[in-house]
């Protein structure tokens, strides 16, 4: 799949918006897409909507923000990193970043955003080729470590690309595997190299998440199309079985249609 043919499928949009979608394969400079998407982000936040989840969808931004704001200022701009897997979590809190950089004095203008991605053993082709294409597009410094150990992956970053960040912000939510005893910062763990985490999008729920990519026709990785709820690796990961479509082989509806926080993760081995 090429850059081109990464967009939002035309049935994605729940609501229609002021803004125009935004792609994948443009060049935008970092503080002009920045402050496009603080722009958007704004008037989400001001507008009077109509739907409880909507609300909650703006409840959820303000506080997300309010997180984000707090790293900004305990740590400057090149201290922080952000794990970046492409999947939809993790782009939400890509998205309420970048849009409270558009005003920040330090927005690097020829370099890019510091970031990491430790993939599975056995990445799709199809998240691969989204997270190459969303990394250039919102313009990530984007540091990938094939390690199978995800702590040797970190060890590994901080000590060379990143050896000067402090703390990075992860996409983890509540209902995730090790989610439950989270904090909004979280140092890491006694064996672990030692950096801050910030879990911004820690209290979303899966629809809120949804809800939020397609209000503001968020590109993302064509595989949650297909049933995809939980993106990890090929020999773990597979479509749902709660959106499977009954009298049609191999067909499941798209994974903003699961309605179950718990049955997320029915389409993961573990």
Not at 41 to 54: N, S
Not at 194 to 223: D, N, Q, S
């Amino acid at each position: 799949m090429t850059e081109t043919e990464i967009e939002v499928p035309a049935h994605a949009p729940v609501q229609t918006h002021q803004q125009q979608p935004m792609s994948n394969g443009d060049s935008t400079p970092l503080r002009t897409l920045c402050a496009q998407l603080h722009e958007q982000i704004t008037a989400f936040l001001q507008e009077d909507v109509q739907t409880e989840m909507l609300k909650n969808v703006q409840a959820q931004t303000r506080h997300s923000l309010g997180i984000i704001s707090e790293a900004l200022e305990r740590y400057p701009l090149p201290a922080l990193s952000l794990s970046y897997n492409g999947g939809k979590d993790c782009l939400v809190l890509l998205i309420l970043y970048l849009s409270l950089l558009s005003t920040h004095p330090h927005l690097p203008t020829t370099n890019k955003l510091e970031s990491i991605l430790i993939p599975p053993p056995h990445p799709f082709p199809l998240v691969d080729n989204f997270i190459a294409s969303s990394s250039e597009h919102y313009h990530l410094n984007l540091a990938r470590y094939s390690s199978p150990s995800m702590k040797d992956a970190f060890r590994e970053y901080l000590g060379g690309k990143g050896s000067g960040v402090e703390a990075i912000f992860v996409g983890t939510r509540r209902t995730d595997p090790h989610g439950g005893k989270l904090g909004a910062f979280d140092p890491t763990d006694g064996g672990w190299p030692a950096f801050m985490r910030v879990h911004p999008v820690l209290e979303w729920r899966y629809g809120e998440v949804w809800t939020f990519l397609r209000h503001f026709k968020i590109p993302y990785c064509e595989l949650y199309d297909h049933g995809y709820t939980s993106l990890g690796g090929t020999n773990d990961t597979h479509p749902n079985p709660a959106l499977k479509i009954e009298g049609k082989e191999g067909a499941f509806r798209p994974a903003y249609e699961l309605e179950i926080d718990s049955e997320e993760r029915l389409g993961r081995d573990w």
